[in-house]
């Protein structure tokens, strides 16, 4: 029967090997990453967390719905934020996405209300993703 510790010396490599190949963890962007770049790697995750007040019919939304390398999951959440007990109060609207093909994409965001589709967004926000 082998010794503890030479058991252990054995099996650490092993377990460094496997933990390695878990899966990526999330990202979580804001404001302060607007027009940066980030590298992401296939099925990993990203959430996008911006302010928003969505009481006033606003809300952020995807320009370019057709690159496959960075897909959009479900709807957009709202966050609330301080007050918000108070009717109206703003919050953060989180949108969430899988890095879908190797590839890159520019993110584009704009916000502004769904039945306005002509008129000019209030706000854009852009991110350059990298998926390897």
Not at 5 to 22: E, N, Q, T, W
Not at 41 to 64: C, H, M, R
Not at 88 to 100: C, D, I, M, S, T
Request: hydrophobic share 40%.
């Amino acid at each position: 029967m082998m010794p503890l510790l030479r058991r252990i010396a054995l099996l650490l490599p092993l377990a460094v090997v496997l933990s390695a190949c878990g899966p990526s963890p999330t990202l979580k962007v804001d404001e302060e990453h607007e027009g940066r770049s980030l590298v992401m790697k296939t099925g990993q995750s990203l959430i996008v967390s911006l302010e928003a007040n969505p009481s006033t019919g606003f809300g952020w939304y995807q320009a370019d719905t057709s690159a496959p390398v960075l897909v959009m999951e479900g709807e957009p959440q709202f966050v609330p934020g301080e007050g918000a007990e108070l009717a109206g109060a703003p919050g953060r609207q989180e949108l969430h996405f899988v890095a879908g093909k190797k590839g890159a994409v520019t993110l584009k965001l704009t916000y502004g209300r769904a039945w306005e589709s002509g008129a000019p967004a209030d706000k854009h926000y852009l991110l350059q993703v990298t998926v390897e």
